[in-house]
Structures are given as C-alpha cells and as structure tokens.
C-alpha cells in the first residue's frame, strides 16, 4: 500500500484519520466548497509562483500515476536542473511530489510552495518526509526551503513575483523533524494496513476533520466542546467519558461566561442583564446607520493597493432609522462589474451615512479595519472615512458580553444564533446562506469565471442576503430594547 505525502501529514494529526482513508472509503466525504476553495488558492499561487523558477520542465503524470511519475522524472532528472511537480518513491510504497526539485552541485534542493503568508510547523514535517523520500530515491537533498507569500507585498501595477513571494531557507529545521521520520512512516504503513480500526478519543479539533460525520456522530447538538476550551474539553471527555453539558459540572466551568450558557440551557431559559443592556443603549444617537459589508479575498491581489488576502469590500447594506421605533429607509451598494469596486463604494458609503447619529455593526473591527484601509487608499475620502468610524457602536458587544443570552445559543454570539433565538427571522431559506458564501462567488464573478445569467442570480441572492443582515441588527436592537423596557415595569 503506497504512503503518500498527504497520508504521513494526516497521520501526523490523527492515525485514526489515515486509517479510515485507507479503509473505510465509503466514509470520505464530497469536495465541499471551502476544500475546493482552498485547493484553487494553492493551485494558482502554484503555477505563479513557478516563474520563481524560470526554465523548469513539468514532469507531466497524473498525482495517482506514481510509477510512470517517478520513472519520468528519472529521465529528466538526468538533464535539467529544474523539475516542477518531481516524483520519487520508495519501494516500501512511500512517495511525494515536490513543487520544485532544484540541482545544486552533486545534489538537490526541494522547494514546497505554500499559498500561507509564513512558515507554519507542519511545513516542515511535510518537507522532512519528502527528504526522507527523495533522499532514498537516490536524489541527495542538499537543502529545503519554503516559497510563500509575502504578506507586506502590495500590488502596484502588473504582479512582481520576485516580490510576491518570499523564500526561507528550512534545512536546519527539516534536518531535525527528519531524526523521528522514518520510525513515523514506517508506524504509519502498518497503521494503514492494520485490521483493526485505531481508538482515538473525539476531542475539540475534531470538528475540522472530514471524518468528524463519522467519529463526532454521538455528540449532543451542544456538548462539552462548545462550552469548555479546548484543553479543558478534551480533559473533561478524557476523564468522564461524558459530553453532554448536563454531565458538566459548574464547578467545571472556570469563567461566568460559561455559567451562563450553562445555565440557560440546562434550565431553557432566557439569561438577562437589563441594566446593562440600558448603559448599552443609553449611548446610541439618533439616526441610527446598521451597517453591513461584504467582501471577497485573494491570495494574489487583483488590483492595485491590495495586498495577499486582504478583504476587498463589495457590497454594503444600510438601514437607516431616523428615530426609535421609526420607519425603515434601506440604502444598498453592489458592485456589479469586473473591476476595482472601492472608490464608489466608499464613496457611496459617506453619501448616504450623513454626518451624524450612530453607526450600528456586528463585531466592529471587520467594518473599521475596511473604512480604514479604504482612508488609507484614499487620501481625499480619508477624514469622512474615519469620521464614519468614530461613530460606530457594535451591536454584538451586549450578546458577547452576555447581557442578553438565549439558551439555543450554545456559546455563540454570532448573528446566526442570536438571531434565531431571539426572532422568527432565519438564513434558511435563502440563496446565500453566510459570508464565506457571498465571498467565494462573488470571486467567481470578479475574474470572470460566471455566465451573465448565473451573475443576475448571484447578484439578487446578495442583495437579499446582505439586507437581512442589517434587518437582523434592527430586529436585535429591538429585542434589546424590549427586554431593557420589561425591567422598567
Ligand atoms: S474526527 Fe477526530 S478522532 Fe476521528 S479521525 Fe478525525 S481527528 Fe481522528
């Protein structure tokens, strides 16, 4: 049975995990949109980030093609310095492809390309079994390094690479991680090949494993794992073997935080602080502006002042309320062309939030991190930008703090529980069901990859997806106000 790169690395997290890859396939779940997310991202930085290495030749077989790779990058080997996607395997079955495999005197450098903006510890355990592979495959490693992004870079005019990218050099580090590699891999493949399913308890982590369906299918709705930290959690689950918040002590619970949720849903009922709720209302000004962005994200900035992965806004929801309890007016702004949507959304923004009252949004620093790089990209809109900021009170601060805590929450504060545990209102039914959501697709339409009829049907999803999440801020501001006015009577 072969050990791929990716294999060791899951192994490296959970052996559990390597074992049911290899054995239970019926289990692996589709692609979903985050995974293939993630995937496009590593291969676009992937084909940029070649020109580094000008003049390499591609080894041209399939990631499954293992032996053919192997014997074509042989070949090649024996008269290019450069190879892109270089093959070796061990007759054992353990195998990896290198983004680049460089000469370098009587030997060879490997080079991983990552789309991260640093150096992350598993980088190095990947790249010490690759050496442990090519070493043996009868390509000497001379030195390993990482290629990836650099996070100071902003774009000014066509992509530089040679400033896009950073490279660092690992040998050292990898030349540690290597001591212990070979005793893994060889751990690994009797693992993968064991009879016997591995017991691995269920810990916090897990919920970002794509086998969680499989291992997590005991755990309640609303465990142990979302009201403890995570060393706490995975203690107590150790210890007890129980998860259910019912089985979880108050003496367990080391913040008031966690009483509360504890609390409200051992009991189901409603925790709340009016008379802070009151302070907290107490400092908003009339009108209100609630106030919601979206934005979409790339690893190689697509127009000029942007940098790696920083947040492109393009698209606002305003509601506007002229006094309490008064009329809605609604403002939106969507970019709908292929091009740099800043100036006229920020532009839009300042016409339409006036010069007073206050600015309501759902975890500040999201929306003042964009008014301010925005002022920063625009020197001229700079004061009105930052004036807008000095006006915003964020509405998830009552919810965070517990001033106001319903017991479907389970530990969250997020609009998409707060809302439905305190209205009729829910993101259901709609086209676009979150923020990750909105931004992924609208990438799509921005580089072109959407028919005309596709982006009209995107387009109406946003518009209704982002409105609400400004409805929603009004609909909690008068929860609030409710339940600040009952302790009044
Ligand atoms: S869900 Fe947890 S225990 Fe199960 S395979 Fe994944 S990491 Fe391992």
Redesign the pocket.
Do not use: D, E, F
């Given at each position: 049975m072969f050990l791929s790169k990716s294999d060791y690395m899951m192994a490296q997290?959970?052996i559990?995990?390597l074992w049911?890859k290899k054995n239970r396939k019926d289990l692996t779940p589709e692609i979903d949109e985050a995974t293939q997310r993630r995937f496009d991202i590593g291969n676009e930085v992937q084909d940029l980030a070649r020109e580094f290495f000008l003049g390499g030749v591609m080894v041209p077989a399939e990631n499954w093609d293992v032996i053919n790779g192997s014997k074509i990058t042989a070949d090649l080997a024996k008269k290019n310095d450069i190879l892109y996607e270089a093959f070796a395997k061990l007759d054992n079955g353990a195998f990896c492809r290198i983004d680049v495999l460089k000469r370098n005197g009587d030997g060879w450098d490997l080079i991983e390309i990552k789309s991260a903006t640093n150096v992350k510890p598993e980088y190095i355990a990947d790249l010490a079994f690759q050496k442990c592979v090519f070493d043996n495959a009868g390509y000497p490693v001379k030195q390993c390094w990482v290629l990836h992004i650099n996070s100071d870079y902003v774009r000014k005019g066509p992509i530089d690479v040679k400033q896009l990218f950073q490279i660092e050099d690992v040998t050292d580090a990898v030349a540690e991680a290597y001591i212990n590699t070979p005793a893994y891999a060889e751990q690994y493949m009797k693992i993968q090949t064991g009879k016997i399913e591995p017991e691995?308890?269920?810990?916090k982590?897990?919920k970002d494993?794509?086998?969680?369906h499989?291992?997590?299918k005991d755990v309640p709705e609303y465990s142990v794992f979302d009201l403890l930290p995570q060393k706490d959690a995975d203690v107590f689950y150790a210890e007890t073997g129980k998860m259910e918040i019912k089985d979880v002590p108050a003496s367990t619970c080391t913040t008031p935080k966690q009483l509360i949720d504890r609390e409200a849903f051992l009991t189901n009922e409603v925790h709340v602080e009016p008379e802070e709720i009151k302070v907290w209302l107490d400092q908003l000004e009339y009108p209100l502006y609630y106030l919601d962005y979206e934005t979409f994200q790339t690893a190689i900035p697509m127009f000029d002042g942007c940098t790696p992965y920083g947040q492109t806004p393009f698209q606002f929801s305003l509601h506007i309320q002229k006094e309490k309890g008064g009329a809605l007016e609604h403002v939106s702004f969507l970019h709908k062309e292929q091009s740099d949507p800043r100036r006229a959304l920020a532009e839009c923004l300042i016409k339409n939030c006036g010069d007073k009252g206050s600015i309501i949004v759902y975890n500040e620093s999201f929306e003042k991190s964009r008014n301010k790089e925005l002022a920063d990209l625009f020197p001229d809109l700079s004061d009105k930008l930052l004036a807008i900021n000095e006006r915003v009170v964020d509405l998830l601060v009552p919810f965070r703090n517990r001033y106001l805590y319903g017991p479907t929450q389970h530990s969250s504060a997020s609009i998409k529980k707060t809302l439905p545990a305190f209205t009729d209102l829910s993101y259901a039914d709609m086209e676009i069901h979150n923020g990750a959501e909105a931004s992924t697709r609208y990438e799509a339409f921005i580089k072109g990859k959407m028919s005309d009829a596709e982006a009209q049907v995107l387009f109406d999803g946003l518009e209704k997806y982002c409105g609400q999440d400004t409805y929603a801020m009004v609909l909690l501001m008068d929860v609030l106000y409710k339940h600040a006015e009952n302790n009044n009577k």
């Open positions: 997290n959970c559990k995990a049911l691995i308890l269920i810990h982590v897990c494993c794509p086998y969680y499989y291992c997590g």
